[in-house]
């Protein structure tokens, strides 16, 4: 199992970014996929989740009105859209995948990427 992050950078306050994680070695369609993040110094923060056909998503409420998760089941892609970024959303952004394939409040993740920085700051 393979989960490879794209898309992080340097933007300005206010700007926005699209994440991307690419998967391979399982099927895709058949799981959950989320986002964590981690700023510098603290611990991991879930950030957002997506069902198997993108029928549920959830977020955390420090990114939701801002953020959008999406994925393409025939390309084995998860997306992250951010926008209205702010400084505090400086972080690296981890892909990871459920050992479900049910949707859940209560996540637990077998496999993750190395991830992706996003700075945010002018």
């Known amino acids: 199992v393979q989960l490879v992050e794209s898309g992080g950078g340097l933007v300005q306050p206010g700007g926005s970014l699209t994440l991307s994680c690419a998967a391979s070695g399982f099927i895709f369609s058949n799981y959950i996929l989320a986002w964590v993040r981690q700023a510098p110094g603290k611990g991991l923060e879930w950030v957002s989740a997506?069902?198997?056909?993108?029928?549920?998503?959830a977020y955390a409420d420090s990114v939701k009105g801002r953020f959008t998760i999406s994925r393409d089941n025939d390309k084995g892609i998860v997306y992250l859209h951010m926008n209205g970024l702010k400084p505090e959303d400086t972080a690296v952004y981890f892909c990871a995948k459920d050992v479900r394939s049910y949707y859940t409040n209560y996540p637990e993740y077998d496999y993750w990427g190395r991830g992706t920085q996003v700075t945010v700051s002018s």
């Open positions: 997506i069902s198997r056909t993108s029928s549920t998503t």
